[in-house]
Structure formats: C-alpha cells, structure tokens
C-alpha cells in the first residue's frame, strides 16, 4: 500500500509563490511517474506537471515557465514550485504517483488527499 502526504499548500497573494510537497511511503514497489493535477470549484480536473523517474517533465501550457516540478527520489517525493500564482489558480492540488510493485508487471496510480492553493487579489 502507498500513502501519499501532501503539503504545502496555503493562502497567497496573487503574484506570490508556494512551494508543495508530496511524500510518498510504504515499501515493495518502484515508483514511476509522479505528477501534479488541480481541481477548481466546478471544473474539472487538470494536469499540471508531471515528471518521470528519468526525470523528464511535462507542463500544462498555462503554468509552463512559471512552474518547476522536480522530485527526490531518495525521498520518494514530488515538488512543485509555484511562482506568479495569479487568481484563477486558486484550487485543490493533488498529486498522483504512478507505482508499479515488486513482481507485477504493471503500474497503479495513488492520489493524494488533495492540498488547497488560494490566490487572492
């Protein structure tokens, strides 16, 4: 079983920065690709970064250049930095890791119970 922990998240000025986490823990699988999604009130939910082991990224357009995802693999932990946070981002930031157990051959995905980001004016 894989838990994640999320934090990080909090009250912002538009403009400003935030920095969130996502650690995961247990033990008996490998974890793959790790990556960050946000849900607005009424909306659905989207992708915002995601990274693989080999450390490839990807980005929603609408965050690229102002967002950096990154992990510590030692620490099975995912970041997102968040810079020029603007209103229309206030949501809840999940994370999802993509797992695959020892001796299945193939991968499970994990959320995390979700952290709320909320960008003011």
């Known amino acids: 079983q894989v838990q994640l922990v999320e934090s990080g998240g909090g009250l912002v000025q538009a403009g400003g920065s935030l920095r969130l986490s996502c650690a995961a823990s247990?033990?008996?699988?490998?974890?793959?690709?790790m990556g960050w999604y946000r849900q607005a009130p009424g909306k659905l939910r989207e992708l915002v970064a995601t990274?693989?082991?080999?450390?490839?990224?990807n980005y929603a357009d609408s965050v690229r250049c102002r967002f950096t995802i990154s992990r510590d693999n030692a620490k099975h932990t995912v970041y997102v930095k968040m810079n020029s946070l603007k209103r229309e981002e206030t949501a809840v930031y999940y994370c999802?890791?993509?797992?695959?157990?020892?001796?299945?051959?193939?991968?499970?995905?994990?959320w995390g119970q979700g952290t709320q980001v909320t960008v003011s004016s």
């Open positions: 999802k890791v993509q797992v695959m157990p020892s001796g299945v051959l193939r991968n499970y995905d994990y």
């Open positions: 247990g033990s008996g699988f490998r974890i793959n690709a």
């Open positions: 990274i693989t082991s080999g450390g490839n990224k």
